[in-house]
């Protein structure tokens, strides 16, 4: 360890000399970084009927801001959630039907596939015993990642890309990421944590939602009101569209031909990174830093204030950035977070953090005028659904550390139908083009470098 401590620094120095590039050579040959155009719009990548994320329009090249709207296959993730809270029943089950087989279902087939995810949600006999508790991990969404990709090990048909078979596999997963997660939540309670770990046996006829709050508490109980807005949640994370990182992840992986386990188990290290999946645990820390900053959390000079002060960079953690607000595709408003904070405000006020929501909200509407002011920009600029999603998971009781991991199990419906979608109409292994700058040299024996 003593060699590698001081062996790493200039093995740094070494790649800084090589790899770097300026802004201006990027611009030089209209390299499209991050895959996206210079007025913020994404590449054009592919065809999908899965989802259509909607913020702007463009008219002769001019992008101009409209309220967002999220459809899946065709229907509005607000009718989706409207018509489910008016009949009273749970939702996520119903859009990973819509996701993947692309049209609302029947009673019957609703029942039929929550009796089948039920029927695949138990993992393979000692797999949580091999695999989890016996290599715990502090973070959940390793676990999640190395746990997908050792199902392939449990699966005979693991590299067989017939429909029926892929289908059976993403069914699994779906099913089984929620058991994987508690699992890993509760071995990692008992290794790094110290505290005491439980495992419940799940009775068939619970939802995904009540499942996961089942398998999380000591007792086993929880609220009707909980259990639907957890459902909520998965419903509102369960896709959005083909472009963001880690479907896009999903779909790169699908076009080479590669096994299912290894492409949600892409998708997942994807997500677990901080400038995707991890942004409402930044806005847990951000209301931290806020809370101990202002004084009074109701004046909205002194909040202004110090929302400055974070967009310069001298307070929060120096990023400069408002986490929860702004967002690549909406603009005036992101469908999601209107949903969501529409119905967290009774659970909000009922678990004591009213004063915390209502603080949100502050942020919400002040951050367009204050980072107006601030940087000189007119943007439009609305919060995202990280802004509340934090927020309400702390309301349910649920721990950091399984923020992320929510996220993961509710988009792996949408990764899924990603998934067939690029393996049966793609037809193309993705190849996109990067524009080389290394310079012809000649090779200089070994006696004779420097």
Not at 49 to 62: A, I, P, S
Not at 85 to 103: D, K, P, Q, T
Not at 149 to 158: M, Q, R
Not at 243 to 271: E, H, K
Request: hydrophobic share 40%; net charge negative; charged share 25%.
């Amino acid at each position: 360890m003593a060699m590698a401590s001081s062996l790493l620094p200039s093995l740094c120095d070494e790649v800084r000399k090589h790899d770097r590039f300026s802004n201006e050579t990027y611009e030089k040959y209209n390299v499209k970084r991050g895959l996206r155009n210079a007025d913020g719009t994404g590449v054009m990548a592919g065809l999908t009927r899965v989802c259509n994320v909607h913020g702007y329009v463009l008219d002769e090249g001019e992008k101009f801001p409209v309220e967002g709207r999220l459809t899946y296959r065709g229907q509005n993730i607000e009718d989706l959630v409207e018509g489910c809270m008016a009949e009273n029943r749970f939702g996520y089950e119903e859009v990973v039907w819509l996701l993947l087989f692309g049209s609302l279902p029947t009673a019957k087939q609703l029942r039929d596939l929550r009796d089948l995810l039920a029927e695949y949600r138990e993992l393979p006999k000692y797999f949580a015993e091999d695999m989890i508790i016996k290599a715990p991990s502090p973070n959940i969404m390793n676990q999640l990642g190395r746990s997908v990709l050792a199902l392939y090990s449990y699966d005979e048909k693991a590299d067989d890309l017939s429909l029926q078979n892929v289908l059976e596999q993403e069914l699994k997963l779906i099913a089984r990421m929620p058991t994987i997660m508690t699992y890993a939540y509760q071995v990692k309670r008992r290794n790094y944590d110290h505290k005491s770990m439980f495992f419940h046996p799940v009775p068939q006829n619970l939802s995904v939602a009540e499942a996961i709050l089942y398998s999380m508490r000591p007792d086993k109980s929880y609220t009707a009101e909980e259990a639907r807005l957890l459902d909520l949640c998965l419903m509102l994370h369960a896709e959005h569209g083909g472009g963001n990182n880690s479907t896009f992840t999903t779909r790169v992986l699908s076009s080479s031909g590669t096994d299912t386990y290894a492409t949600i188990s892409a998708a997942i290290g994807s997500l677990k990174g901080h400038k995707h999946g991890g942004a409402n645990i930044k806005v847990m820390q951000m209301l931290k830093y806020l809370k101990e900053g202002i004084s009074n959390w109701r004046d909205e000079d002194e909040v202004a204030d110090f929302l400055a002060r974070i967009i310069r960079g001298e307070e929060g953690d120096h990023s400069g950035l408002i986490y929860g607000m702004g967002h690549a595709v909406y603009t005036l408003s992101d469908p999601r977070a209107v949903i969501l904070k529409k119905y967290a405000r009774d659970l909000a006020e009922d678990r004591g953090f009213g004063d915390e929501f209502r603080l949100l909200e502050t942020v919400e509407r002040l951050t367009p005028e204050v980072f107006a002011v601030v940087k000189g920009s007119t943007k439009a600029m609305c919060a995202n659904v990280d802004m509340y999603s934090g927020l309400v998971y702390r309301a349910l009781g649920i721990p950091s550390e399984l923020f992320t991991p929510l996220f993961a199990v509710a988009r792996c419906a949408g990764w899924c139908a990603h998934r067939t979608e690029e393996l049966y109409t793609g037809g193309r292994i993705m190849r996109p083009a990067y524009k080389s700058l290394a310079k012809s040299a000649e090779y200089v024996p070994m006696g004779e470098r420097e």
